[in-house]
């Protein structure tokens, strides 16, 4: 798959280009990374990229033709039989999730534009922009941010980035957990500063193990994410098992008083 992605500051993606584990994804051409800076293809000797805006405000507002400059050539260079769709970052998009990112970690890729200052000029969204993607309800400088967030998730998701192929099925939200958040985790000493493994993990017994980790995958989106929990139910993914962990009344308890029997360090 190949991203393009159209930037201002090409240079604020390196770092997650060569380290950490998806790495590999990007040094192997699995998922292929292009540049295009707007300001290669502005006018005039400061090749400007924005301008002040009609009605005035504050900030400065990405102008259309640079943009449709780079654009226009970005699809000369990669010459789909399917047009890649034309993603701008911005507070009106959908949310970036678990069912969107494995859709496009199978996808052929996209054409990723960061908008800078207070916004791109309406015209070129309304002209050719296909997809809108916001990261959740916060502002961001750019959309860079949000574009390395995307190529992250996906990259992870390609075979054999991850050292173990199954690892990321169970991650939270992913399906294989019905879109529940993950169980804790806990690695050795087995006592660290009085603090003890759970003697479920500690059993041997890959049944228990797996009921007390389906527990705790309950325990936490019931008390953190309860929206999950209500699509998991609507979908039919709790067992007459779960039902029953989720309704006992020392759960319901926690589930009044959170943190309740936490400790802080």
Same mark, same amino acid.
């Given at each position: 798959?190949? +991203?393009?992605?159209?930037?201002? +500051?090409?240079?604020?993606?390196?770092?997650?280009?060569?380290?950490?584990?998806?790495?590999?994804?990007?040094?192997?051409?699995?998922?292929?990374?292009?540049?295009?800076?707007?300001?290669?293809?502005?006018?005039?000797?400061?090749?400007?990229?924005?301008?002040?805006?009609?009605? *005035? *405000?504050? *900030?400065? =507002?990405?102008?259309?033709?640079?943009?449709?400059?780079?654009?226009?050539?970005?699809?000369?260079?990669?010459?789909?039989?399917?047009?890649?769709?034309?993603?701008?970052? &911005?507070?009106?998009?959908?949310?970036?999730?678990?069912?969107?990112? /494995?859709?496009?970690?199978? $996808?052929?890729?996209?054409?990723?534009?960061?908008?800078?200052?207070? *916004? =791109?000029?309406?015209?070129?969204?309304?002209?050719?922009?296909?997809?809108?993607? $916001?990261?959740?309800?916060?502002?961001?400088?750019?959309?860079?941010?949000?574009?390395?967030?995307?190529?992250?998730? =996906?990259?992870?998701?390609?075979?054999?980035?991850?050292?173990?192929?199954?690892?990321?099925?169970?991650?939270?939200?992913?399906?294989?957990?019905?879109?529940?958040?993950?169980?804790?985790?806990?690695?050795?000493?087995?006592?660290?500063?009085?603090?003890? =493994?759970?003697? /479920?993990?500690? $059993?041997?017994?890959?049944?228990?193990?797996?009921?007390?980790?389906?527990?705790? &995958?309950?325990?936490?989106?019931?008390?953190?994410?309860?929206?999950?929990?209500?699509?998991?139910?609507?979908?039919?993914?709790?067992?007459?098992?779960?039902?029953? +962990?989720?309704?006992?009344?020392?759960?319901? $308890?926690?589930?009044?008083?959170?943190?309740?029997?936490?400790?802080?360090?």
């Amino acid at each position: 798959m190949r +991203f393009d992605i159209i930037t201002l +500051f090409p240079e604020l993606f390196a770092p997650l280009l060569s380290n950490g584990i998806t790495r590999r994804a990007f040094e192997a051409g699995l998922v292929e990374v292009h540049f295009w800076n707007p300001r290669d293809h502005a006018e005039g000797n400061y090749r400007r990229v924005d301008d002040r805006s009609f009605g *005035g *405000g504050p *900030g400065m =507002v990405m102008m259309a033709e640079p943009l449709f400059k780079c654009v226009t050539a970005i699809r000369a260079d990669r010459q789909d039989e399917i047009r890649a769709p034309l993603v701008l970052f &911005s507070p009106i998009g959908c949310v970036l999730n678990h069912s969107a990112v /494995e859709t496009w970690s199978q $996808s052929a890729g996209a054409v990723l534009l960061c908008g800078r200052y207070e *916004g =791109v000029d309406q015209r070129f969204i309304d002209q050719y922009v296909d997809q809108q993607i $916001s990261l959740g309800d916060f502002v961001l400088s750019g959309g860079e941010i949000a574009a390395m967030a995307l190529l992250d998730a =996906v990259a992870r998701l390609q075979p054999g980035v991850l050292n173990d192929a199954g690892s990321h099925q169970l991650d939270s939200f992913n399906p294989a957990l019905d879109g529940l958040l993950d169980s804790p985790h806990y690695t050795r000493p087995e006592d660290w500063h009085g603090r003890k =493994v759970p003697a /479920e993990l500690m $059993s041997g017994h890959h049944a228990h193990i797996e009921r007390w980790r389906r527990e705790q &995958s309950l325990r936490l989106t019931a008390l953190h994410r309860p929206d999950l929990l209500v699509q998991a139910r609507l979908l039919g993914h709790l067992s007459p098992q779960d039902e029953t +962990f989720l309704t006992q009344e020392r759960f319901n $308890s926690e589930l009044t008083n959170p943190g309740t029997d936490s400790k802080k360090l």
